[in-house]
């Protein structure tokens, strides 16, 4: 039995967390997609640990983890990756293995990223620039080399061909910078990788499933940040969503049981692209600092807004979700009054869809007020303690949405989470 956490919204919905808190209940722990573009954030024995592809379950020592085939890996994040896990007392090199059919982010990949972004002048998706786009290009390309490649004689020569194919796009590009430093990292961290368990991920994960091992797929990014569901062309270039995890663990869909979707009591984006509920005034203000709204990966300021939904709606429906988490509920603390949006005006006309190009239309949305409930639930154990104002809010969001509200997340730490 496979089950699914994945993030509903742009992003940072506090997967990490959520994650880290579930997988006690399970044995492997997977991740399915994305790359060093992700940066899940836990706390372990109250220190701050940022996760990039190291899935994380790593903290259970007892946990299988697993890098599937879906996932792009640089070798130099993860040899630093581990370097930091370590520190904690991770046995890395006992519990996490890495499919062969992942593919490599190489250092021409990175280059191609910020040539892109680059030359894309004020339509910039605003990538990571840690290389997915360009990674995941030559994957469906099917230029790219992977993770199994590396314990083949001719690896060298594969790369030198496909860094040439690269050093002409970045001359097209006209990119100047000297990458010969990113590539002599590149190469030592290879040399750790190759260590690695490199198994074949899709018989290790079946094999598991078959001896009735539990397995909880780990997302990355969010839903609307999905290659072909997401805000295109503002989205990352994988499948962020539940239907990802078959491809990128190389499951069938009947194993999958349940899909468990995060979202944050609010809503924030990073990066370029439309975002209905955005506040660009002190109330926007508010929830970046108070949630510390600032990029994991790369440390910029997240765009913060009142939580949509519809997207909500859409990301349910998208991922067949059964149950939700909302992450991050004491940052409203400080609030007398919320926002929900309920429906958009496209055009002047009220809607309650998704539309094709969200920056191409006049999109407004449409908000219900909700009393805030303006008391420190930080240090609330169950939901019967719950202020009236946050059990009506969750009522709400039930009702719209179909799928129930299981637990409320009510601060960072690994025990502050309610069970609703
Ligand atoms: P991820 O990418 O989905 O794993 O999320 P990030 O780690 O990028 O961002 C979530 C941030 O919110 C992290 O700094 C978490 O420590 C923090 N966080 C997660 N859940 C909560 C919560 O319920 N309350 C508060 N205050 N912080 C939270
Ligand atoms: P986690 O897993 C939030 C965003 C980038 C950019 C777009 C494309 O921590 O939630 P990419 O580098 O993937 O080509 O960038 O996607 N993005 C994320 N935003 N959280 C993430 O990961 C993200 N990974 C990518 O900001 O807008
Ligand atoms: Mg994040």
């Not at 990788?193 to 539990?214: D, H, M, P, T, W």
């Not at 309650?352 to 240090?379: C, E, R």
């Amino acid at each position: 039995m496979v089950d699914v956490i994945l993030g509903l919204q742009w992003g940072d919905e506090g997967k990490g967390k959520i994650v880290d808190f579930f997988a006690k209940n399970y044995d492997v722990i997977a991740r399915f997609q994305g790359g060093p573009n992700a940066g899940h954030t836990l706390y372990v024995n109250d220190k701050k640990v940022v996760l990039h592809q190291i899935p994380s379950g790593i903290f259970h020592e007892d946990k299988t983890n697993l890098i599937g085939n879906g996932v792009v890996l640089d070798a130099v994040t993860l040899k630093k990756e581990c370097k930091a896990v370590a520190e904690f007392g991770v046995d890395y090199k006992k519990n996490l293995f890495i499919s062969e059919r992942a593919h490599l982010i190489l250092p021409t990949h990175r280059a191609l990223d910020k040539a892109s972004e680059l030359s894309k002048g004020n339509d910039k998706i605003g990538s990571t620039l840690k290389g997915i786009g360009p990674a995941y290009m030559d994957k469906t390309g099917r230029n790219g080399l992977r993770v199994g490649d590396l314990l083949d004689k001719n690896f060298t020569t594969q790369y030198i061909k496909l860094r040439l194919k690269h050093q002409r796009l970045l001359d097209n590009f006209n990119f100047q910078e000297d990458i010969s430093a990113w590539e002599e990292e590149f190469f030592e961290a290879l040399e750790f990788l190759r260590e690695f368990k490199i198994v074949n991920g899709e018989y290790f994960i079946n094999e598991k499933l078959n001896a009735g091992k539990k397995v909880l797929a780990e997302g990355a990014q969010g839903s609307m940040l999905d290659v072909d569901f997401g805000t295109f062309p503002f989205v990352t270039s994988s499948s962020t969503i539940s239907a990802g995890v078959c491809t990128g663990l190389g499951v069938a869909p009947q194993k999958i049981k349940e899909v468990i979707g995060i979202t944050k009591a609010y809503c924030t984006r990073v990066g370029s692209g439309p975002f209905p509920t955005e506040l660009l005034d002190d109330k926007g203000d508010f929830l970046r600092n108070a949630g510390n709204e600032f990029g994991s990966t790369t440390g910029r300021p997240r765009r913060c807004g009142w939580i949509d939904l519809v997207a909500l709606q859409f990301a349910c429906m998208i991922n067949g979700v059964t149950q939700i988490v909302m992450t991050k509920a004491d940052i409203l603390d400080g609030l007398e009054e919320l926002q929900v949006c309920n429906s958009y005006l496209v055009n002047g006309e009220e809607k309650n869809y998704i539309p094709f190009q969200m920056n191409k239309v006049d999109l407004k949305a449409v908000y219900k007020a909700f009393k805030g409930w303006h008391t420190d639930i930080s240090n609330v154990k169950d939901f019967s303690s719950m202020p009236q104002e946050m059990k009506t809010y969750i009522s709400f969001l039930n009702d719209f949405l179909k799928v129930p509200v299981k637990y409320i997340s009510n601060g960072p730490g690994r025990n502050q989470i309610v069970s609703a």
